[in-house]
Structures are given as C-alpha cells and as structure tokens.
C-alpha cells in the first residue's frame, strides 16, 4: 500500500511558479505509475501529467512547455514543477500513484492563479 501527501500549493500571480511535491511512503513506488491530475471548481478531474515506472512522460495539451514532471524514486517524491502560470491553472491538484488495479490517492493541493 501506498500513502501519497501533496504540498507546495499556494497563491501565485499570473506568470509566476510553484513547485508541488507529492512524498509517497509505503513499499514498491517505484513500481508504480504516477500522475498530476487538478480538478476546478464546476469541472471535472483532468489528468494534467503522468511519469510512468518506464519512464515514459506525458502531459495535456494545456500544460505543455509550462509544467514539467519528475520523480526520484529514492526519496520517494513526485514534482510537479509549474511554470508561467495562469488562472486557468486554478485547481486543488492532486497525485496518484498506480499499479495494476491498485490506485492511490493524495488529499490534494490548492492552486490559486490570481492578479
């Protein structure tokens, strides 16, 4: 089983950045697939980027060239690094961790873009 704790959320003007960190504990993260996913008010849960246990890193089309995501399986840490931000990043931003049916979830993170 896997425990996943986001933090770095906050308040960032526009264009500004933030780094989320997601501190898993629990066995075998480094077999497990993880994502960033945000969810705003009134819509629903997006996947934003995912780092596979292969290796493999994938974002949506919004967040491309602006967010970059790492892990270090070592330490057992997710980042999400977020760059040029707007208020359409708004959203409690959330990580997960996958593997097989097993799926596990952070309590998230607010992100609030505003002037």
């Known amino acids: 089983q896997v425990q996943l704790v986001e933090s770095g959320g906050g308040l960032v003007q526009p264009g500004g950045s933030l780094r989320l960190s997601c501190a898993a504990s629990g066995s075998g993260f480094s077999m497990y697939d993880v994502n960033w996913l945000r969810q705003a008010p009134g819509k629903q849960r997006e996947l934003v980027a995912s780092?596979?246990?292969?290796?493999?890193?994938n974002y949506v089309d919004s967040v491309k060239g602006r967010f970059t995501i790492s892990r270090d399986n070592a330490k057992k840490i997710v980042y999400l690094e977020m760059n040029k931000l707007n208020p359409e990043d708004t959203a409690v931003y959330f990580c997960n961790a996958t593997l097989a049916s097993r799926c596990y979830w952070g309590q998230g993170t607010q992100v609030t873009v505003t002037p």
């Open positions: 780092f596979t246990r292969g290796g493999s890193i």
